[in-house]
């Protein structure tokens, strides 16, 4: 079949390996017929998971590996040394052309450096890009980038831009996406040197819808699609954006269990409030997609559910039928001609 | 009266001028026996202002100035040309020794670019910086710096720790508050080229309690006292605080509003949210003291009511009381002495 999607599941990575990755793999293959995974890591662990359900057993592989990258572990030292743990012998596969996508929900810091180190950049890409969903009062925005190498320079920042339009549009399907830069002010001549470098140059960037600033006051709001930053102000804005989600919706749940008659109010209103958090969680959309790279890397939280790597796994397959890297490839081309 | 605060309270600037600001003003003169007002500003708007209340007249002056600097006018221009404006009146007064401190809840690039340029910062402080109070959820910390100065070097943040130490534990009675630096891992060896080379500095730095590396995650659970980072990022954070809590709290209240059970229940936990909510609003801590200079600036929302007002006065008062001026000139001189 052609249109048959290869996906490794790194097995052995998260908090919750190897059961709910195991069971979001099953669930993506019954539930799509061209979806192929390959579950990486500890053939024995993976076997008992796997014996819990019944699925197609053509379309589900294990690749045996013998370790396993800790939460904790200096990334760069494990993937150096770990060269059979379930992320390298997973990013080797995808390098290799034997897959097309792997999802982990490992080590963040491995993921992100194996990512570069074993599946290299796309030609003309001076850096890949973490882009994380974040959700908004009305949907979602796509951060770019969260990844691990900070101090970027304006150029990568336009880079970022470009492929987190694509992303947006093919992917996750939000037409023209609006593009912002993270700023502390919304006119032109505000920012710090490395946003008023790049102003310019995504102001002058064919082929994306630039609206200028964006302050983080309105990032919830979702006042854009594509919200562009470099990787330490997007780790603090993605890091937040959970931190005060989470403090603020556990102050409303101690509030609700004060005394009998707030607990029968809280008994009220606790679908519609469930309901209404559960929008505002970004589970929904899947993992971060490493962008930039000769096949895709999917990062998704470390406490991922199967429903988490399912999605995950959508998303790869999207990725793949849109032709993203040749769109990405082809958007090269086409600004080095013009001389962007 | 030896201890005599006098503190300008610019009537005009903010969304709610003259009215709050003259309210608070004079809610402070008759609260502490020791405060004295100097309200800048439109003196026919003032007096019918101050008409409304009983108060002590040899308490509360009024300077006439007959020009207003508004929200969106460009901060260096507005300083440089309205010369006769409260804000500028009112910098010039504390310069001039005529007053200890201005409140101002006017146009913040205004209001600090106009405390460094006329008030001046203390000899050996390389540059001031603005440090709001974020509300926690056991508490508060300072965020220091949300300044208008970005691309700052290590030694300001150095700066920042100690004089953000001093009025943590001065002026808002936090007992050797924990300094920690906004970073995007817990370990030494992240961050970016302005963190990594601060770390170490401030590990060596001797008067304050530095506890190492935050991540934005812990912000909002009080993980420390000072939050220490440079003004593009301490103003991404500032505003995201805002951003997501906004969102947030007005989609449980839109939960609250969906139908007829929820909204008995919304009427049962009414007094209790709100209780808690509160607690996450940081006004009642005061206005932003711009740290670092000859004299004290505080700038106060621009949406500030009187209640807001009224406790940054007394954040002046408590200001001047404590001499932090001076101890922050003593830390220097300390500093200096041990190489530092």
Known sequence: MSDRIRVVV????????????????????????????????????????????TYPKERVDIVECSEVIETAEPPVNAIRTKKDSSLVVGLRLVKKGEADAIVSAGNSGAVLVGGQAIIGRIKGIERPALAPVIPTADGFSLLIDCGA???????????????????????LGVKNPRVGIVNIGAEEE?????????????????????IGSVEARDIPSGVCDVIVCEAFVGNVILKLYEGVGFTLIRMVKQSLMKNLKTKIGAALIQSSLKETLKSFDGSEYGGAPLL???????????????RE???????????????INEIIRENLIENNEKGV
């Open 190 to 210: 505000k920012g710090n040197a490395l946003v008023k470098e790049t102003f310019p140059l995504l102001k002058a960037c064919p082929g994306i819808n630039f």
């Open 10 to 53: 790194d097995a052995m990575g998260g908090d919750n390996a190897p059961g709910e990755l195991v069971k979001g793999a099953v669930q993506a293959v019954l539930d799509h017929e061209n979806i192929h995974v390959i579950l990486t890591g500890r053939k024995d662990a993976i076997e008992r998971e796997l014996a819990n359900y």
């Open 292 to 306: 930039g790279l000769n096949g895709l890397v999917v990062k998704t939280h470390g406490s991922s559910k199967a």
């Open 149 to 171: 190498n900070v101090d970027a320079r304006a150029s990568h920042l336009v880079q970022f831009a470009q492929m987190g339009s694509i992303y947006m549009e093919q992917v």
């Open 309 to 323: 790597v399912e999605t995950s796994i959508y998303q790869c397959e999207l990725f793949k039928k849109q032709n």
